[in-house]
């Protein structure tokens, strides 16, 4: 992650990162992600990171996504909404069809 934000200049003072992850390498992520501003979301049991939001599983991660987009504490909000609400057309994520969201054009 710190890699990422050094290659691309991530403006880290105007821009906040988001990092859901899973396993014990998510956790050192998200942490580092926390310590920078940014919010973390962990999927499932496997692991606990203090500041972080719990969500079951995949399902749970594009609804609190979508949660966190709405309220997104940024003055670009309607690009955090068009850029977080991604997630609801990830292929592997088995949401019914009243969860679904049209895709938005870029």
């Keep these: 992650m710190r890699r990422l934000v050094r290659l691309t200049d991530w403006d880290l003072s105007r821009d906040r990162i ?6 014990e ?6 942490r580092w992600v926390l310590s920078k501003g940014g919010a973390g979301f962990v999927v499932g049991n496997r692991i606990s990171v203090p500041r972080t ?21 940024s003055r670009d909000q309607e ?4 850029y977080l609400h991604d997630p609801f057309e990830v292929k592997d994520c088995a949401l019914s069809p009243y ?3 049209p895709p938005r054009s870029i």
């Design 18 to 23: 988001v990092y859901a992850g899973d396993d």
């Design 99 to 101: 969860e679904r969201t």
């Design 79 to 82: 690009n955090a909404r068009r």
């Design 53 to 73: 939001r719990h969500v079951e599983n995949p399902t749970g991660l594009a609804r609190a996504i979508r949660e966190f987009a709405e309220n997104f504490p």
């Design 25 to 30: 390498s998510d956790a050192v992520a998200i």
